[in-house]
């Protein structure tokens, strides 16, 4: 009949059955229906849902959100997510309702909150109803529900977000490794100038100010914020480190003496350790052992095997000495470095009495060059901790089997390379 009219063909932006939709989801809907589909042969929805899984905590979406779109990723087929398909899942409500364990009402604020945030859009028919059906070459001919096109179209969106995250992961552990090593340090500081009776008039004021920055750095949740908190609390340990190096008195009982001769310092009581109070975790205890007396000299010059190293390249080769070091140059002597080999002993595990007993055996400076060493391997290159490659190193030396002229020759080379470190070794 020519003069009969034709139903309109039906507008995808057009909310459809008896759902309420806003304009939020009215330019999901938009978006979605510029999905053409992903060139055939290449749809590989389980990647798509990994990116989203990945990005998911970050995107502020309801519970049950990613429980829901892998049940609905999971009742398609790839051809559905090529050209001229579309990637539509059609569950009955009861069946969402009984694989989530929601009522009625919290499954339809669910969808709701997924369509408005661009996850997937509904498309119901004209009653409300999801169906759908294939044809023989099992691609969809015609379906009403779950149009699953926005996952494929912001694939990109969800990788970079997660990249992103996994960077800000990174960082915040970092920061916050900082703030535990800065944290501890004062601590410890506080308690050797309470031992040496040398406690600062300030001390109390910087020790609260300590208290207010770990506790807001509990409460960061960004790296920016904690970066700041980081940088407050190192200052405030320089401060301390400070007020501890002031307590310390260098004598130089040899003017005339060779170049690489042993330093001895006099301190507060006859301490002879700078920083006797290295601990390896928040509730460990102080070990009850008697600090090293300084090294005596040795026949050739402080270490028992000919090294020709001097502390600045020690630093350089072992850069984790560097964080419990002052920042002047001239003041890097090797009752420096043994102070910071000390530091680092606690940060990587290794106790005090097995330190102290190295530098009884070793010679402190000896002993100190081992720590570094270890300080510049990976964490997986040890078996039984830091702390356990240390004493079998402690007992190579009792045997008289440790070179360390050998593996610092190896580093040497690694970071300066042949021609520099041949210019290093004629100079000593």
Known sequence: MSDSIQPPAPDLTRPSGSRRI?????????????????????AKPFLILAAFEEAEPYLGLPAH???????????????????????????????????????SSQVKALNRALFEAGIFVMRDNEQGKRYGRRGPDKRIIEAFGFDLSPLAQRYDEFVRIAA????????????????????????????????????????????????????EARKATRSDELEQIAKSLERRREAAEGHLRATAKPVDSSPEGPENRPLNTTTTENRTNLLDTVTVTE????????????????????????????????TELAPRLTTYVPPRTRDLTWVVIVVAAEWLCGEMGISR????????????????????LISTRPPGHFTSGAGGYFAGMLKKFERGELRLAATLWKLRDQMWGKDRQRREQRLH
């Open 22 to 42: 806003n304009l939020q989801m009215l330019m999901m809907l938009d978006r979605a229906n510029a999905f053409t589909g992903l060139p055939r042969g290449t």
């Open 65 to 103: 959100a990613f429980k829901l779109v892998s049940w609905l990723v999971k009742k398609t087929q790839p051809q559905d997510w090529e050209e001229g398909s579309r990637p539509i899942a059609w569950p009955q409500a009861r069946d969402q309702e009984e694989f989530l364990g929601l009522s």
């Open 164 to 215: 992103e995250a996994a960077a800000e992961r990174k960082r915040m552990k970092e920061l916050r490794r900082r703030v535990t090593l800065a944290r501890r340090a004062v601590r410890q500081i506080g308690e050797e100038l309470a031992a040496r009776e040398a406690v600062p008039a300030d001390w109390t004021r910087l020790e609260t100010e300590v208290a207010a920055l770990v506790a």
């Open 283 to 314: 509730g460990g205890s102080r070990a009850e052992t008697t600090a090293p007396e300084p090294s005596t000299p040795r026949k050739g010059g402080m270490f028992p095997e000919h090294l020709g190293l001097t502390p600045g390249q020690l």
């Open 353 to 372: 009495s097995l330190w102290a007993r190295a530098c009884q055996t070793m010679g402190r400076e000896y002993a100190a060059v081992a720590v570094a």
